[in-house]
């Protein structure tokens, strides 16, 4: 299965164009929170119509799967907690969002909130310990922000994790979190794209002005995940250790490069 990631697009529609433009040569695009812009002077229910119609051409290409991030949140819940209501909507048009999990042949993909209180942070918790139930030879979590005291959480003077994820992947060692929220941390001493809690890879691909955007492919079967960003390319194999500094990536692997990406395996 080949996947690409991007997250914290932020209502830009450049990068947004770059994504609907290059979807078809994945099979799974995972759009990791921050859709909106909350600094934008566009209307907030503007921003999201035009986002949901990317979504609309993103998903005709491939299957698509997002999260909410905080820049996304435009309603509360019963307990007063903020929540991205709008991208609840996306459901009825098969872009899997928040609360849901997917199985892809043996890949279980899970798509968490944004949690903004006590309430929808036991609402994740709970939505895991479900999840867990189903897992499958490989699970993937959806995350918009990365877990704390990490790397990938990295702002340059502090950390911006959050403390919930960082014990949820200690109890449930996925295989694979995808997040973003902290655009700085791939570019600043000390930071990264990436790391490794335990069995679990974490990845991050930071956020940076231009397109096309920083983004991760990755491909299951060759086990290797590749960063991609204007301050340089690095690779992971996932079968291996993590070691640091990551390596630099100085030529493309054959199977980015010998065609078109294999028939996405079959859901169920």
Not at 98 to 106: C, R, T, Y
Not at 206 to 213: C, E, I, Q, S, T
Not at 234 to 262: C, F, H, M, N, S
Request: glycine share 8%; with cysteine; proline share 6%.
């Amino acid at each position: 299965m080949r996947l690409l990631l991007v997250s914290d697009l932020h209502y830009s529609l450049p990068l947004f164009d770059w994504v609907a433009e290059v979807a078809g040569d994945f099979d799974v695009v995972v759009m990791a929170g921050d859709h909106l812009d909350l600094a934008s002077l566009v209307d907030g229910r503007a921003q999201a119509a035009v986002v949901k119609k990317y979504f609309s051409r993103i998903e005709a290409k491939t299957r698509l799967l997002i999260c909410s991030g905080n820049h996304d949140l435009d309603s509360k819940n019963a307990a007063g907690e903020k929540m991205a209501k709008w991208l609840l909507g996306a459901r009825n048009k098969g872009v899997l969002s928040d609360g849901e999990s997917l199985a892809i042949g043996d890949t279980l993909f899970t798509m968490c909130p944004w949690w903004d209180g006590p309430v929808s942070q036991a609402e994740v918790g709970a939505q895991l310990a479900d999840a867990a139930k189903e897992r499958r030879k490989r699970w993937i979590w959806i995350y918009h922000a990365p877990p704390a005291d990490s790397p990938v959480a990295w702002g340059g003077q502090r950390y911006y994790g959050d403390d919930a994820l960082q014990k949820w992947i200690k109890k449930y060692q996925p295989d694979i979190v995808m997040s973003g929220h902290v655009h700085e941390a791939p570019y600043v001493e000390n930071g990264s794209w990436v790391d490794r809690i335990g069995a679990t890879w974490i990845f991050n691909t930071g956020h940076y002005l231009g397109a096309p955007p920083a983004h991760i492919v990755m491909d299951t079967e060759a086990g290797e995940a590749l960063w991609f960003s204007a301050a340089g390319n690095q690779y992971i194999r996932l079968e291996e250790e993590l070691t640091r500094p990551v390596p630099k990536l100085t030529a493309l692997p054959d199977w980015l490069t010998a065609g078109d990406p294999p028939p996405a395996p079959s859901q169920g």
